[in-house]
């Protein structure tokens, strides 16, 4: 039981950490949209970093995506063996 809710968390936090970073500009506003780049910046640094909008948005996404990937192999059977090969085999 705890070897698989162990592999369920690993595959939620692979998931999580690569949607952080398609979530990342999402809603992001640079400084040179905002015509206010402060000296020492690049203007396309941003004017104001929304972590809970972003870390909420990577949650909510991932979950579903973690849904899906639950259903699919939970209940169709469906698993990376069902994917098809690509390249030779070698065995």
């Known amino acids: 039981m705890l070897q698989a809710f162990l ?5 939620y936090f692979i998931i999580w950490w690569i ?5 990342l500009p999402v ?3 640079t400084q040179a949209e905002d015509n206010d780049v402060v000296l020492g ?9 929304r972590a809970r909008l972003v870390f909420f ?9 973690y849904g899906g990937w639950y259903i699919c192999s939970t209940y169709f059977g469906l698993g990376f063996d069902a994917l098809p090969q690509i390249g030779p085999r070698f065995y």
């Open 7 to 11: 592999q369920g968390f690993a595959v």
């Open 19 to 23: 949607t952080l970073f398609a979530m």
């Open 27 to 29: 809603g992001l506003r």
């Open 41 to 49: 910046t690049v203007e396309s640094a941003p004017t104001r970093f």
């Open 57 to 65: 948005l990577t949650t909510l996404v991932s979950g579903l995506v």
